[in-house]
């Protein structure tokens, strides 16, 4: 028996720096296409998604996060590589602790046991189309 698709409850953290924001950069197989998102994960039971937020970073690039602001509650129904996808995203702005991350223009981080990429990009960049931006509506966050 198949088991039934569920809505998952995450908080993500969106870091400006003026002109840039940082986010992780993924790759859809079946879209043959490279997206970029803002880093974050699950929300634990129990957990607020502030503490999620916090704990996300903490746990995947061992980054304390300061000046937490929440943004608002994005839906987002979507497909990966094939597969529906449906998401109750908490959005926070937030800043870095450490300023010295701000200098770097990638930093590998671990989420579960994969490795991955979070890069820092122009915002004009998203806006004009020619990089992907998941989900598009973060891009209202970002005017």
């Known amino acids: 028996m198949a088991k039934k698709p569920k809505i998952r409850v995450i908080a993500l953290g969106l870091?400006?720096?003026?002109?840039?924001?940082?986010?992780?950069?993924?790759?859809?197989?079946?879209?043959?296409?490279?997206?970029?998102?803002?880093?974050?994960?699950?929300?634990?039971?129990?957990?607020?998604?502030?503490?999620a937020v916090q704990r996300e970073f903490q746990e995947e690039m061992q980054?304390?996060?300061?000046?937490?602001?929440?943004?608002?509650?994005?839906?987002?129904?979507?497909?990966y590589n094939g597969k529906p996808g449906h998401e109750i995203i908490q959005t926070y702005q937030c800043d870095f602790v450490d300023r010295a991350l701000y200098e770097q223009d990638e930093i590998e981080f671990v989420e579960g046991s994969t490795k991955r990429k979070a890069v820092w990009i122009e915002i004009e960049r998203c806006k004009s189309g020619e990089l992907t931006l998941v989900p598009a509506q973060f891009l209202n966050y970002l005017t």
């Open 63 to 79: 980054a304390e996060l300061t000046n937490l602001r929440y943004l608002g509650c994005i839906e987002n129904i979507f497909t």
């Open 15 to 51: 870091i400006r720096d003026e002109s840039r924001i940082f986010v992780s950069q993924g790759y859809d197989t079946a879209k043959q296409e490279t997206f970029y998102r803002a880093l974050g994960g699950g929300v634990d039971f129990g957990e607020t998604s502030l503490a």
